[in-house]
């Protein structure tokens, strides 16, 4: 069964620093992987998949099949960051999420 | 369009009370799902349902029941409410695309449940 390991549940950085948020999976196949985004009180929103290899509101995520990692990060943090992250894995047309990432940004 | 919709935004049940939470997309999408999710726990399905009158089970589907009588709808029962199932319930919608096409899921606002 797959499996997706997000190993902080709370991350604070100062403004203006470099974010990593860190993700590994477990999983017999080819992976698809995701990182979705909850802002306080909102709901969940995609926010990249690995396949579009996309940057989006200066997140990027590289998918290392040999270190099974897709670790979320941005250069610089903004405090509008300030979220729940979550890594997710599909397989067969199912999610499987990790337990999530709280990122703070201080000033 | 209103997306994925779900009802109610928040309920507070005793203990051995049952209640219906209804999601509600107008996507077409023909996979819906619903998940549970609880601190540092992250989400975790429950139900799920590949198409009008199916239905299968997640990974916590214990205490919870769940019906797709129509397409757009996904019902979530829960027949006889306990404290540990106090919880945010989300409901998610995916449409099905040609094989090897990227589909996204997308989340309903959320339902604070609290059982006392």
């Known amino acids: 069964a797959q499996r997706v390991t997000q190993p902080e549940k709370l991350l604070s950085v100062f403004k203006g620093a470099p974010v990593e948020l860190k993700c590994n999976y477990s999983?017999?196949?080819?992976?698809?992987l995701f990182w979705y985004v909850q802002y306080s009180r909102q709901r969940l929103q995609l926010l990249l998949r690995?396949?579009s290899r996309e940057s989006i509101k200066g997140f990027t995520a590289d998918l290392n099949k040999g270190e099974t990692s897709f670790h979320l990060k941005k250069p610089f943090a903004q405090e509008e960051d300030l979220a729940m992250y979550y890594c997710?894995?599909?397989?067969?047309?199912?999610?499987?999420f990790g337990s999530g990432t709280q990122l703070t940004v201080l000033p | 369009n209103a997306g994925v919709t779900q009802t109610p935004k928040f309920r507070v049940l005793k203990t051995g009370q049952s209640m219906t939470l209804l999601c509600a997309q107008d996507?077409?999408?023909?996979?819906m799902y619903w998940y549970r999710q609880d601190p540092g726990m992250g989400l975790r399905l429950i139900h799920y349902?590949?198409?009008?009158?199916?239905?299968a089970k997640g990974e916590v589907p214990d205490g919870y029941n769940v019906s797709r009588l129509k397409k757009q709808n996904f019902l979530l029962g829960l027949e006889s409410a306990a404290p540990s199932q106090t919880s945010v319930y989300f409901c998610?919608?995916?449409?099905?695309?040609?094989?090897?096409?990227?589909?996204?899921?997308?989340f309903g606002p959320g339902t604070r449940l609290t059982v006392l």
């Open positions: 998610a919608s995916l449409s099905t695309g040609p094989v090897g096409s990227y589909n996204e899921q997308f």
């Open positions: 690995h396949i």
């Open positions: 349902s590949v198409g009008e009158g199916t239905t």
């Open positions: 996507m077409n999408h023909e996979y």
């Open positions: 997710a894995l599909k397989a067969a047309r199912q999610l499987t």
């Open positions: 999983y017999s196949g080819s992976p698809e």
